[in-house]
């Protein structure tokens, strides 16, 4: 009996061992290189963004899924870069095991990436110096893997910006890519032989154009502005103003679970800040509502705390966000998957390390907490969050400036140096352990001579792919009106 049974599990794993071999190949020779419309890729595209939301909107009141989901499809339907933020996941299925990742790349070019590169996830905010920089500004998604990932959604990003912009003209769309491309790469490189990376980050002194306006804008605000967007001071008290804001609600029964989890959340601290009851006394919870696209319905809360004083004007907001695995999770390989389990605690503890180690001087209340909803009649918000300061100086980038082929050149430039300092940055100069190479040597190795050769990939595979979205943006607005007659 014993010799059977090994003789049938022998059986059992040569056949699982062929299976993987197979799609090993059959994925490693998935190209997307010319755009598809066919009836194929319709159903894929809205399986993509059925499933995405489904599960986004799993822990909303079930009274309020559908609205949320009719409104996130209204939203996604007003231009085609709307669209392409909201479908990370299609994305990254289309691009996961693509054939020319392998051009310049390999096992040793994994580094922390964005995971969501797109250029709507730029923006000014101030660091923990209290200076206002010009940076990646979200990281649900981050995760390690290829640099190119984040490469070619960013690039694919500018050109549907620019076509929203009326600029449509291809040679000059191929024009700002290949310098964004020729901005990374020559950045990267010159990070080689030494630790400049580790210390550079980019402000008003080292920007210009668009992007140094952006951080001057965010210069001007203040925090005391930024506290009476949110909230009233109500017999001296200072409260979230949920009455005159549409965009805030009742917190319910998370109001409790957030106050239970502060001096759990203080623990994950790895800044400046140190737990004080004074400092994190609680002043106010609300739900934070219509926040995010692809995100929208995600179960969010704002924490207004007391601060270092009693004043009214130096109170902090937090913002505190479910995560989940990122997109690329799903799509990995059992190994990696495995891997993934066994380093992080959890994902929202993920999302802080990324943090850490794309941004230099990170925010000070940057951390996570583990709510349970103990009433499930009106959803379900269980889950690990993330928790992070909201910036006194936020201000995102106004694309509608970029009216032409040099300003777009401007500003992408600016993007590829950045995004290729934080590539640089978190490798294994961020952790050794979990990336043991640097990013920029082997770019470096892989690329030298072949400069011309990076810049024609990062730009065919842009320009494609902007067709691709295109395509999927149609077929999507014309699903939609079907689905609201229905």
Not at 12 to 37: D, G, H
Not at 43 to 58: A, C, F, P, R
């Amino acid at each position: 009996m014993m010799n059977q049974l090994h003789k049938i599990s022998r059986s059992k794993f040569i056949v699982i061992i062929l299976v993987l071999i197979i799609n090993c190949f059959l994925l490693s020779n998935n190209t997307l290189a010319q755009p598809i419309n066919n009836s194929q890729r319709i159903q894929k595209v809205w399986e993509s963004i059925e499933l995405d939301t489904n599960l986004i909107l799993s822990g909303a009141e079930p009274q309020k899924r559908q609205e949320l989901k009719t409104e996130k499809y209204a939203r996604m339907s007003e231009s085609v870069f709307d669209f392409f933020r909201a479908t990370n996941s299609l994305f990254w299925q289309d691009f996961i095991n693509d054939s020319r990742l392998g051009k310049f790349g390999n096992t040793k070019t994994k580094t922390w990436i964005l995971g969501d590169c797109h250029i709507g996830n730029f923006g000014a905010y101030n660091n923990d110096k209290e200076e206002i920089i010009f940076d990646l500004n979200d990281f649900d998604e981050s995760i390690v893997a290829d640099y190119q990932y984040d490469l070619w959604r960013l690039a694919t990003s500018i050109i549907l910006v620019a076509e929203d912009n009326s600029l449509k003209n291809k040679s000059d769309q191929k024009e700002i890519i290949d310098n964004f491309s020729d901005s990374y790469l020559h950045s990267l490189k010159d990070y080689v032989g030494n630790d400049h990376e580790t210390e550079i980050y980019f402000t008003q002194k080292n920007t210009y154009g668009e992007v140094e306006n952006t951080i001057k804008k965010a210069a001007k605000d203040t925090r005391e502005k930024m506290l009476n967007k949110w909230s009233k001071v109500v017999e001296n008290k200072r409260l979230f103003d949920i009455d005159n804001n549409e965009d805030l609600g009742i917190a319910n029964d998370a109001e409790k679970a957030i106050k239970s989890q502060i001096i759990s959340y203080s623990d994950t601290l790895s800044s400046n800040v140190r737990y004080s009851q004074k400092y994190f006394t609680v002043k106010d919870v609300a739900q934070r509502l219509n926040a995010g696209l692809g995100s929208l319905g995600t179960p969010r809360y704002y924490l207004l705390i007391e601060g270092k004083t009693d004043d009214l004007d130096d109170d902090h907001i937090l913002d505190i966000k479910r995560q989940y695995k990122p997109t690329a999770y799903g799509l990995f390989s059992l190994y990696d998957r495995l891997n993934y389990d066994s380093i992080f605690v959890n994902t929202a503890q993920r999302h802080a390390i990324a943090y850490k180690a794309l941004i230099k001087h990170t925010d000070d209340f940057l951390g996570w907490m583990k709510l349970v909803d103990k009433n499930l009649t009106d959803g379900d918000f269980s889950g690990y969050y993330s928790v992070r300061e909201i910036s006194p100086n936020k201000e995102s980038l106004k694309t509608y400036k970029l009216e032409d082929k040099n300003s777009f050149i401007e500003v992408a430039k600016q993007l590829g140096e950045i995004l290729a300092t934080d590539h640089a940055r978190a490798d294994q100069d961020f952790d050794e352990k979990l990336i043991p190479n640097s990013l920029e040597k082997q770019v470096k190795k892989i690329t030298d001579g072949r400069g011309k050769e990076f810049r024609e990939l990062v730009s065919d595979v842009a320009l494609h792919y902007a067709e691709q979205v295109n395509i999927d943006y149609s077929s999507f607005v014309n699903r939609y009106n079907r689905y609201k007659e229905n």
